[in-house]
Structures are given as C-alpha cells and as structure tokens.
C-alpha cells in the first residue's frame, strides 16, 4: 500500500486535519436491458454502459432500442448517472450502412458517449453526432503510453486500457498524459488480447469481432507435439485436457490503489448479467469506493463485502495483471462455471410500515418456511424465514410459483422499493 | 496488367537467396521482441545484411514492428526504430499506434504499413491510417473476396492480401503452455519447451489440430488449415490487388521457397494468358509438398461469417 499513498493534489485533501479523497473515481456498470439499467443506477453506478441493436459486441443479449435508451437517459439523469453506447464492432464494409443515423439516434437519445474501438466510427461519430463522447474500447488492446498519447492527440475523451495492463503501468500512462482512464474491476475477461482473437470465425463460422464469440477459449482441448511425424500426448490421465478459460476478475482488494493512481473510471463487465449480479456487484463497488474516499487512512475491507460478492459468483476469482503478471493458478482446468451460491427469488415493490406487510414480485420460486436475505442501498443486509404467504387477493399460498406473480408477507424489518430478496441455492 | 508484389517471409539471410531465386519481389524480416509470429529470428545487423542482398536485386524489404507493445519496451522501440530506419528499409509493419508517435518523434519517414492482424476489416479505416502515414493495409484473413475487392476499390492506400500459409487465430499475453505445464507439476516440460514450435491441440468435434506455441509475446494459436488459392487468383488479379503474401510461420524454408515459386508461376502465367492451362498443375503442386498435417483450404475468401 505504500505506492497507493504518494502524495497527488488532485485526487486527495486535508479537511479538519483529516485526509479525505476529493476525486471519486467513476464507478461504471453495465447493463444489457433498461430494467437492469435501472437496477445498476438504484445501487450506485454512477455510470451505466448498455448495447443498441447494432454495431455492439454481445449480439445474444436483449440490447436496447433508441426508445430504451431515451428512457434509460431519462432515469440516469434523475440520479445524475452517465449512459454510454457501446459500438465496438469493428466493422466490415457492408457495416458501414446505417452508422450515421444510428449515432445521431444515440445522440439525439441524451447519451453522454460511446465505446468505439473502429476509427470509421470514431470518425462519423466527430463528424456527424458531435456531441457524443468518444471512449477507445478495450477491444483496441491499448497497452501502452504512446498509444495512449496518440488517441489523446486525436481527441478522444477516454481510453479503457487492455485487460493486460498493470497497475504500475497505469501510473506512467496517467503521468505521461492527460485522458480519463477507464479500467476493469470486475468480471468475465478475454484471455486473449481484446480483438486479436478470431477463434469463432474458424471454429463456428461466427465472427467475433462482431459480437458472434461463442467462447472457444473456455472449451477443452487436447495437447500434443509432433515427434519425427508421430504425435504425442502432452497431458496424463491424473490433470484435465488443456483450456484457456480464466479466472473471472476480481480487484475489490485493489480498489484504494486504483483511487489513488487516479483511474477515472472503474468498470464492472457484465451485459449478459443478471440483475441480482449488477445489483450486487455495484452495491459492493460502491461501498467500497465510498467508505475508501471518506477515510482512506483507516480503510478497511470488510469481510462481508467479499463474501456478498461471492454471492453472485459463477467462477473463480483472480487479479489477472493488476499487481503481477498471472500465474497458472489463475487460469481454470476441467472447470466450467458453477451455480452461483445464491438465487435471485424477488423484489420489493412496496412496504407498509403500519401492517409491516412487503409486496413483492416474485423472480424464483420460494415457499413460506424458507430462510431469505434481503439486500439493497438503503438497508443493511438481513436474512428472515418466511411466514404466510398471500397472492393479490390475499388467498393464502403453498409457494410463490409464477414468475413475476405479486405476492405479500409479513416482514418485520423495514423495506424500500427495489430491494431484493435472494435464497442459498441448495 | 499490373504485377501484384510476391511478399514473402525468409527464416534467413541465406534463405533470401533462395527466395530471390524463387521470384520472390519483398521481404518480411524482423525480431520477436518487435514483430508478431515470424518465420525467422533477424538481429539489426542480419537486416542490415538482408537489406543489401534484397536492394541489390531491386526488391523490398520490410521491418515488422507489430507488437502490442507495452510501456516497457517503448523506449526500445524508438531506439531500434531509429536504427533500422538508417538502413533504409522499404517500409514498417505495424498495428499499434505507438510506432506512429516513435515516426512523428523521431522524423522517420519510412513508409508504414499498417497491420492490426484480425482488425482491418474495412476501407474507410485502412484510409484513415494512409492518412496518418500508411502507404499499405494488410487486410484481416477474416474477410471474404468480394470484401477484399470492395476494399480494394475504395482506398487509398496499397492493399496487401494473404493467399497462402496458416494465418494466427489467437495472441494471448499469457504463456498458456507453460502454465499447461505447472498446472500438471511438469516445471522440466516449461524449461526444456521455450522454442519448441511443433505442439499442437486436438479439437475432438471438429477434429481439427491447431498449432501453438510461445514467444516473447505470448501464445499464439493458428488455423488448422494452410490457406492457399493458387489455383483461385483470378478476381485478385484483375482487382489489382498490391500484394499477394506467403506467410511462412512454422514452415521449412524448403516449403516456403517451393511455395515462392509456385505461385511466382501462377501470376507470371495469368499475364501472360496461359493460368488457365496451369492451375489445376500449380494446385497439385502444392498438394505434392503439404505436410501431411496440414489439410488445405481457402482461408475466408470463400466463406460466409456471420454474427
């Protein structure tokens, strides 16, 4: 922690003699629907990154129309939250009908900016919707200082750094020049550098450059060598088949650190997410980066802070190469992502603190006598067993069985709309 | 009709001869430390030698310099720039920005040749780096014919299209074998494996073998299939395309010279009017000289993607 604790003017302060962090970094979550957009600003994002319905790289998520993305805006702006488009594609000629006025809908929608890795579209952006930020995407495998100035000297407002880049490598390139720096925190990650794979194209005809990954990387493989035209197996029965599945990122312990390099943005990856995961991870996210700023100099992480994010995990974690270049260990041998520790069973939509009776809409199946957690912003989180249970007419239910089905029951601790209730996975 | 320039990859100096022979018109050479999957290793003073052969005989020779690279090897980067460029090389390949700001810093005015590997996927944008000083974009191996001719009608800067050899699928910046290796406690197999480059995975559904190896940047994966249209120039040719390449990555210098030959033929012969009599001949030829690992195909040119 040494290093994190140089002195920079512009990022920390004394008020009453105490040391106080006076530039809060972004923190950026993503979204891959307008409800879980809604969700990701509720718990904390200051910043929310979605997809359109072109020109994104995750074309199996839901994705937003220009109509999503206007009341997206519209919802951010009550919370003073960001919306960027990501349009990282990088483009083949055909691609190329229909960006301008798709770029002036994203304008016109009130997005603050856009996540770009083609200069086409960096270039009809300046050109044609002028008022959108413009973000190099991580898929341009930025990795150095240099390439850094460069985008910079073409007016770029951020770069988000490849996966690959250190910590003490963002220092130099914040030093070297001045740009909003956008990291990675949280989440799934390529193994190979962002852009430079096209496993897909070979193996399944899709392309991955524009949004068709079907993951290859995570699939097994056997290793072999050729030895005078007679092939070898490099594997035994005792180890798994070869992979080159990582550990999902995880860099809640380095967050201080991040602060204090001045990383204006730090980013959770996720579209494909569910919304108890974005729930749960800006909800994390945000307290730490909170608690840090009010008072580095007695920060502490809390144990459940990494336990909760536990919670919504589907694979191991690991800090890739923030600290280090990673080891085997943080690769995945013979693993292929677990059940996640706990479900997402409902949400509030109302508490009646006179009756003490929680309306909420069911999102898995629960039945009175199971024990639920309760979490959200504005309560710490607790766990209480059922009671009855009654649907809209208030008939006494076995279990709550319908997605989406508006249920009540007592519950003594106080509720607020959008909270959510999850149950440990048997 | 307009000659397309046969681009080739020597393992060595001496191999450049042989190649010359061959009818090869440019050259790839260049350093791991700076340059992506090479056929061979060259130090500044074999380029300087290379370079002197290659002009002697009124050809060209380019310097790869397309690394991703990171903050630690910018300084270098500048230094050997600055140094190859004395030579008076023909041209450097690069993808990443940083290699524009060494030109712009250090007033070098080699020509560059712009080389992100899978990313140049467009016109506009093989455009938008002739205007920041590229003379040439090597197209992405992803695209298909009528991409690369659309492309090609549409810029302003040279086209160079790969037409032979294994094309990379994957560039890690970790050294995936190595960790293969410690994951099954073999600590010897990591230390006696540095430059083994005959290792391959199996994809039991597909049945395909890609190979693989690591380097100064990482591991790198490529196709199970060497591209090769030799006997399929046509469209190519009459495009004008600028550069035909034959990337010799993980081939013997024997191959990649008889390769060099064959396909100097096939575009000598569809000058000259007479590829149609020679192309089934000129295919088998290949054939003759696979290695009997490597099936061939014609790469995406005549393939459909979606996503």
Redesign the interface.
Do not use: C
């Given at each position: 922690m040494a290093l994190a604790l140089q002195q920079n003017d512009k990022i920390r302060s004394l008020v009453d003699g105490k040391r106080v962090i006076t530039k809060k970094p972004e923190l950026l979550a993503p979204a891959g629907s307008l409800e879980k957009l809604k969700v990701a600003v509720h718990y904390g994002a200051d910043a929310v990154f979605i997809g359109g319905r072109e020109f994104g790289l995750r074309s199996n998520a839901d994705n937003f129309s220009i109509e999503d993305m206007r009341e997206g805006v519209e919802f951010a702006n009550k919370y003073d939250a960001k919306i960027y488009v990501t349009t990282n594609i990088f483009a083949h000629n055909e691609n190329m009908d229909g960006l301008i006025e798709y770029l002036q809908a994203i304008e016109g929608a009130g997005v603050t900016g856009i996540i770009v890795a083609d200069p086409l579209i960096i270039e009809t952006c300046r050109k044609h919707a002028p008022k959108l930020e413009i973000h190099l995407s991580t898929q341009q495998s930025l990795s150095n200082w240099k390439a850094v100035k460069y985008w910079k000297d073409e007016g770029l407002h951020r770069v988000v750094l490849a996966r690959e880049v250190g910590g003490e490598e963002m220092r130099l390139m914040k030093e070297k020049v001045d740009i909003e720096i956008e990291a990675f925190i949280h989440g799934a990650m390529c193994i190979a550098y962002s852009g430079r794979c096209v496993l897909s194209n070979h193996m399944t005809a899709r392309d991955s450059n524009r949004g068709g990954c079907c993951q290859s990387c995570r699939w097994d493989y056997d290793l072999y060598e050729l030895e005078d035209g007679e092939e070898k197996a490099l594997y035994d029965d005792n180890h798994e088949p070869f992979a080159m599945s990582p550990k999902d990122l995880k860099l809640v312990e380095a967050i201080p650190h991040m602060i204090e390099l001045g990383i204006d943005s730090l980013k959770i990856e996720g579209r494909m997410k569910s919304i108890h995961y974005v729930a749960t991870v800006v909800s994390v996210y945000r307290k730490v980066i909170d608690a840090y700023c009010a008072d580095p100099d007695n920060f502490k992480i809390k144990r459940e802070w990494l336990e909760e994010l536990d919670k919504c995990a589907n694979r191991d974690t690991a800090e890739a190469f923030f600290h280090d270049a990673p080891g085997h260990e943080e690769q995945m041998f013979g693993e292929h992502g677990r059940k996640t520790k706990y479900e997402f069973v409902g949400r509030v939509v109302a508490y009646d603190e006179a009756t003490q009776m929680v309306t909420l809409e069911q999102r898995n199946y629960f039945k009175p006598g199971d024990e639920v957690e309760f979490f959200g912003p504005e309560i710490e989180n607790f766990r209480v067993v059922i009671d009855e249970v009654f649907d809209e007419d208030g008939v006494s239910l076995d279990a709550a069985r319908h997605p989406l089905q508006i249920v009540t029951f007592k519950c003594e601790h106080k509720l607020y709309p959008e909270n959510m209730m999850r149950k440990e996975n048997a | 009709m307009k000659k397309p320039e046969l681009l080739v990859t020597p393992t060595s100096v001496a191999h450049i001869e042989a190649l010359l022979e061959a009818g090869a018109d440019a050259f790839v050479v260049g350093e791991q430390k700076f340059g992506l999957r090479l056929a061979g290793e060259f130090t500044v003073a074999q380029i300087k030698e290379a370079t002197a052969l290659v002009h002697a005989a009124g050809k060209k020779i380019y310097v790869a310099v397309n690394a991703?690279?990171?903050?630690d090897?910018?300084d270098d980067l500048d230094a050997y720039m600055v140094e190859v460029a004395k030579l008076e090389v023909d041209g450097f390949i690069y993808g990443?920005?940083?290699v524009?700001?060494?030109c712009r810093e250090n007033d070098i005015t080699i020509p560059l040749h712009w080389n992100?590997?899978?990313?140049a996927?467009?016109?506009?944008?093989a455009n938008?780096?002739g205007e920041r000083g590229a003379n040439r974009a090597v197209l992405?191996?992803?695209?298909s014919m009528e991409?690369v001719i659309?492309?090609k009608e549409?810029a302003n800067v040279a086209i160079e299209v790969q037409v032979h050899g294994m094309t990379c699928?994957?560039?890690?910046?970790?050294p995936?074998?190595?960790?293969?290796?410690?994951?099954?406690d073999k600590v010897m197999?990591v230390e006696n494996r540095k430059d083994?480059r005959?290792?391959?995975?199996?994809?039991?559904e597909?049945n395909?073998?890609?190979p693989?190896y690591e380097d100064a940047n990482?591991t790198h994966?490529f196709?199970?299939n060497d591209m090769c249209i030799i006997d399929e120039i046509d469209e190519l040719m009459d495009a004008e395309i600028d550069a035909f390449k034959i990337d010799g990555v993980l081939q013997t210098a024997d191959y990649i010279t008889q390769v060099t030959a064959l396909y100097r033929k096939a575009i000598d012969a569809y000058v000259d009017g007479t590829y149609d009599d020679e192309r089934d001949a000129l295919r088998e030829a290949v054939e003759a000289i696979q290695p009997?690992?490597r099936p061939l195909d014609t790469g995406?040119i005549f393939?459909?993607?979606?996503?």
């Open positions: - | 991703l690279f990171h903050n090897l910018i990443d920005p940083a524009i700001m060494a992100p590997e899978t990313t996927t467009n016109w506009f944008t938008y780096w992405a191996r992803e695209l991409e659309e492309i549409n699928m994957f560039q890690s910046k970790r995936l074998l190595g960790h293969y290796f410690l994951y099954q197999e083994n005959n290792m391959f995975l199996h994809d039991d597909r395909n073998k890609y693989i990482g994966i196709s199970p009997a690992h995406f393939k459909e993607t979606v996503y």
